[in-house]
């Protein structure tokens, strides 16, 4: 059974940086697209970065482009998600997704493409 747990989230003033991880399990890592979306009341789940499963190739969101970056550490079944420069505008609930590598069954940026998903994690950037 595939399980993804964010942790990492919190309240941060803005300026700020904050790191967030997704441990997966019941998975062979390696073999997952991992992904970052995020989520506040009311709108769509909101696609923030992808990497392969490699590591080799990463894709962002212009919203978060430059302050934002995701990486992953394979023998460890964790992806990152590291954030700088926060601010009030990224508030939000952030999730972890992932999805098989060779599954085409979507846009990479597309919340539906990713079948797994974590439960969460609150992001508050105050100002």
């Known amino acids: 059974q595939v399980q993804l747990v964010e942790s990492g989230g919190g309240l941060v003033q803005a300026g700020g940086s904050l790191r967030l991880s997704c441990a997966a399990s019941?998975?062979?890592?390696?073999?997952?697209?991992m992904a970052w979306f995020r989520q506040t009341p009311g709108k769509e789940r909101e696609f923030v970065t992808r990497?392969?499963?490699?590591?080799?190739?990463?894709y962002y969101a212009d919203s978060v482009k430059g302050r934002f970056s995701i990486s992953r550490d394979n023998a460890k079944n964790t992806v990152y998600l590291q954030m700088n420069t926060l601010g009030p505008e990224d508030t939000a609930v952030y999730y972890c997704?992932?999805?098989?590598?060779?599954?085409?069954?979507?846009?990479?940026?597309?919340?539906?493409?990713?079948?797994?998903w974590g439960q969460g994690t609150q992001v508050t950037v105050s100002s």
């Open positions: 997704a992932g999805r098989r590598v060779g599954d085409l069954s979507g846009r990479y940026y597309s919340a539906n493409a990713y079948p797994y």
């Open positions: 019941g998975v062979t890592f390696s073999s997952y697209d």
């Open positions: 990497i392969t499963w490699s590591g080799s190739s990463t």
